[in-house]
């Protein structure tokens, strides 16, 4: 059975730019959850999905946004990028409520 | 709000002593879940085990143990006879059912745990 897949695995954008990351879940998991990793802040929860929609979201600015498709794959997009948002980007997918969170290797994002 | 706290931020031990991470949460929710999860250097969050709110038995899986007491709020964790290849960074977390539905993680600050031959 193959895990969750994160692409890139690596990525160097420069401040301004916008970047688009991408999960494939396991399959037959609906429900896709987004997390970010820093060493100041460490794990924080990014956003939800859920069929299509987004469930939740954390306190992150509106320059953070995702969506799912029908095959429960989701994207992750930052636009206009700063040095801050330099992170492990983290996908993680789950069959249901409380079933356990299976996670992707992450892409590892640096802004210059 | 959901909190977890992993005082412990480092820990250095031999090969083959025993070691405790330690874990406490705190949370308003009746029913939620407690895990534990790996960060080897290679960056991917590796599960380790999953407990809901309403099972207090302990668990023990080979060199693994886990002690849940819902009493002091803790999910505490053992490695008998640590190996260098259990060097990484552990995280405890909890999930907690949001108002939107579905849950989200809330992990706490890792542990740094360092074996040495």
């Known amino acids: 059975k193959a895990g969750v897949t994160q692409t890139p695995r690596y990525l160097i954008k420069t401040r301004g730019q916008q970047v688009t990351l991408s999960c494939s879940p396991i399959?037959?998991?609906?429900?896709v959850s987004w997390y970010q990793q820093t060493p100041g802040q460490g794990l924080q929860f990014l956003f939800e999905?859920?069929?299509?929609?987004?469930?939740n979201k954390g306190n992150f600015p509106g320059r953070f946004s995702g969506r799912q498709f029908s095959n429960s794959r989701s994207e992750m997009n930052v636009s206009t990028l700063e040095l801050g948002d330099s992170a492990l980007y983290l996908c993680?997918?789950?069959?249901?409520?409380?079933?356990?969170?299976?996670f992707g290797s992450g892409t590892r994002l640096t802004v210059v | 709000a959901q909190k977890v706290t992993q005082a412990q931020t480092e820990i250095s031990v031999v090969e083959k002593e025993d070691v405790t991470l330690d874990c406490v949460y705190e949370t308003r929710d009746t029913t939620y879940y407690l895990f534990w999860y790996k960060q080897p250097p290679s960056g991917e969050l590796v599960f380790l085990i999953r407990r809901n709110s309403f099972d207090e038995q302990n668990e023990i899986s080979g060199r693994y143990s886990w002690n849940f007491q819902k009493s002091t709020s803790s999910f505490n964790f053992t490695i008998t006879a640590s190996q260098v290849v259990d060097s990484a960074v552990y995280f405890c977390?909890?999930?907690?059912?949001?108002?939107?539905?579905?849950?989200?993680?809330?992990f706490g600050t890792g542990t740094q745990l360092k074996v040495e031959l």
């Open positions: 399959s037959g998991h609906r429900s």
């Open positions: 999905y859920f069929s299509e929609t987004q469930r």
């Open positions: 977390a909890l999930s907690g059912r949001l108002t939107g539905g579905g849950n989200k993680l809330t």
């Open positions: 993680a997918s789950s069959l249901e409520e409380g079933s356990g969170y299976t």
